[in-house]
Each structure stands twice: as structure tokens, then as C-alpha cells.
């Protein structure tokens, strides 16, 4: 079962499709994981990407399509894939249909992960990452015990330059205007499900299972 998860920065997207991976047996890919290693690695599509993350642009395209077909066509991907990050165009998603034709596969579901922008905002204006590990801590709904300071190995706790004021609007600009046109694109497939992301972890991550089986067995 192949499944997009579409939802905005702050949305809980993340978490949830980590969750939803694991229930379902399926392989997580979370297109910022694939960047970040890409950099890491220093490759040429690494190198290419990190030009455009530093200014808070989207990556184009062709850098994006290829690193997520060199990914899927591994064999941890056979069972499933749940695409986390990805598509964000609608070019995306039409390059990505056409690939996993070639492929005998297809997208069965695309979910999208609703929140309200007013609480997108004020989540990730609140958000910080410790220096050592990357644990996520947010100062208005999950303060550190210490101010500053990682509860889990006292490193100290900053905050990433794309979660930051300028670069939030810029980003849940692009959301709102770009991204969430998909949902027009995979409901004129007969593909899209609405969860209510305003509400706790564990019961989007049964509304996320709950409707995602009852899509399976309608169109099964
Ligand atoms: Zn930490």
C-alpha cells in the first residue's frame, strides 16, 4: 500500500507518519530525511538541494524526483512506501503517477492532516532543537525542564533558522498557496481523506488508521 501524508510544518505530520509506517508495515520516507543525508553525504544532488533549503525555498523538482525514485526502488520500499514531505507540486505529483506506472505501482491514499494556520504558527514559533541529538522540544506545549536546556543530555537547546518568523510565513505561504492544491489533484482521483490534525497524537493516529482501512476497503 502505497499512502502520501500531506499536512504543514507543525502539523504533526512527522510524528504521525512515523506512527502510521509502523501500524500499517509499511516503509517511512520523509523527503527532509533524504535531503539531510544527501547534504551529509555531500553528493551532487545534496550539494545542489542545500543551496535552495538555506534560503528557504523549495528544492526544484528534477533534484527532488530523482532522490525519491533512487529511494523507492530499494527493496525495504517493496511492502509500501508512506511519502512524508513529498509530493509538494502538482508537477511533482504527476511525475511521480507516471514513474510508479513504469514500476506496477500506484498511490492508493493521500491523506491531508488539517490545522488551522493560527496554530501552526504559534506551534512552530515555539519550537526548539537540542545541538546534540535533535530532540524537539516546544517552549508554549513541551518546555524543557530547564530553560534552554535538553532534559535528555543537557545539551543546549536552539532554535533552526527555518523555524524562525520570517521563514514560517514564507514556508506556510507556500503550503497554503502551493502545496494543498494536491488535494484538489488526488480528490479528482477518488484518493483524498480529510483527518482533523487539531486534536491529540493518539487520536489523529487512529482517525490516520481508521480511515485509510475504510478508503482500502471501499475501493478494494
Ligand atoms: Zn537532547
Known sequence: MNIILIGAQG???????????????IRHIASGDLFRQAIDAQ???????????????????????RMILDRIEQPDCAAGVLFDGFP???????????????IGRQIDVTVYLSVPREVLLKR????????????VYNINTRPPKVAGICDLDGSELYQRSDD?????????D?????TLRLTDYYAAQHKLEEINGNQGIE?????LVRQIREHRDTTA
Open 88 to 102: 509538494r507540486t502538482i508537477a511533482q505529483a504527476e511525475a511521480l503517477d507516471s514513474e510508479l506506472v513504469h
Open 164 to 172: 524562525r518568523g520570517e521563514a514560517v510565513q514564507k514556508r506556510l
Open 203 to 207: 487520536q489523529v493516529h487512529e482517525a
Open 43 to 65: 553528493n551532487d544532488l545534496g550539494m545542489q538541494a542545500k543551496t535552495y533549503i538555506e534560503r528557504g525555498d523549495l528544492v526544484p523538482d528534477n533534484i527532488t524526483v
Open 124 to 135: 512552530l514559533s515555539g519550537r526548539y532543537i537540542c545541538r546534540a541529538n535533535q530532540h
Open 11 to 25: 502539523s504533526g505530520k512527522g510524528t504521525q507518519a512515523a506512527m502510521l509506517a509502523q501500524s500499517l508495515g
Open 174 to 178: 507556500i503550503f497554503f498557496n502551493e
